[in-house]
């Protein structure tokens, strides 16, 4: 596609239910990352795929925080029993190849009440 | 570890004034620098980024940055802003290390606002 897609762009959920998160990234591009951005707060890293490779998880909160890749493109991001500290906007980015400069989504913003 | 830290929060300025967001990084090793502007409720953007070379890179809408390797520093800088330059503004790095891959994994600052005031 011509850019990054990220759905749904707003998610409300009630504490203790899973979410999942979806992001499609441009055709093409093999490096894909997961970033968090809290109110106030700068981004953060959260997980990064590239290629066939073992996915770089050094940045999951907790192991309530899965994501998966299907097919080397779309990847989905699983929130299993939500609190409310997971409150934040979820953005996804995609890389034709590291260091090469990140397209970013438009993100989903999370709200766990 | 590695960090980047934007010294300003907020940066108010007047338009038609030049302006200058500070970035400072820390690492001991060759470092790939970027800037992003996330407009109000949009996503982010590239700006420009700094892989090795010229240190004076320029990028879109006007906005030039300067590596210092001395001073590990990445200042971003415009000589004229407009009204619509207002906007949040994030440094990142992505740390290459000899004779590994680089993951191209970028730490960012916390941001620094941009208000352009008329």
């Known amino acids: 596609g011509a850019g990054v897609s990220q759905s749904p762009s707003n998610k409300v959920t009630e504490k203790g239910k899973d979410v999942e998160l979806r992001c499609d990234p441009i055709s093409g591009h093999t490096a894909l990352y997961w970033y968090r951005q809290s109110l106030g707060q700068g981004l953060e890293f959260l997980i990064y795929f590239q290629g066939n490779s073992a996915p770089d998880k050094s940045g999951l909160p907790s192991d309530r925080f899965s994501a998966e890749r299907t097919g080397g493109s779309v990847s989905t991001l699983t929130i299993q029993r939500t609190q409310q500290e997971d409150s934040a906007v979820y953005l996804c980015?995609?890389?034709?190849?590291?260091?090469?400069?990140?397209?970013f989504g438009s993100g989903t913003r999370l709200t766990v009440v | 570890a590695q960090s980047v830290t934007q010294l300003d929060s907020q940066v108010p300025v007047f338009e038609e004034a030049p302006v200058e967001l500070r970035c400072n990084y820390s690492?001991?090793?060759?470092?790939?620098l970027f800037w992003y502007v996330q407009y109000p409720n949009q996503g982010l953007q590239l700006l420009l980024k700094y892989l090795s070379g010229s240190t004076l890179v320029k990028g879109i809408n006007g906005f030039e940055a300067e590596f210092n390797k001395s001073q590990t520093s990445f200042h971003l800088r415009k000589p004229s802003v407009h009204i619509s330059d207002t906007a949040e503004y994030f440094c990142?790095?992505?740390?290459?290390?000899?004779?590994?891959?680089?993951?191209?994994?970028?730490?960012f600052g916390q941001g620094t606002t941009l208000q352009v005031k008329p």
């Open positions: 980015a995609s890389s034709l190849q590291p260091n090469y400069g990140y397209t």
């Open positions: 690492s001991s090793v060759s470092v790939y």
């Open positions: 990142a790095v992505s740390v290459s290390r000899h004779g590994s891959s680089n993951t191209g994994k970028l730490i």
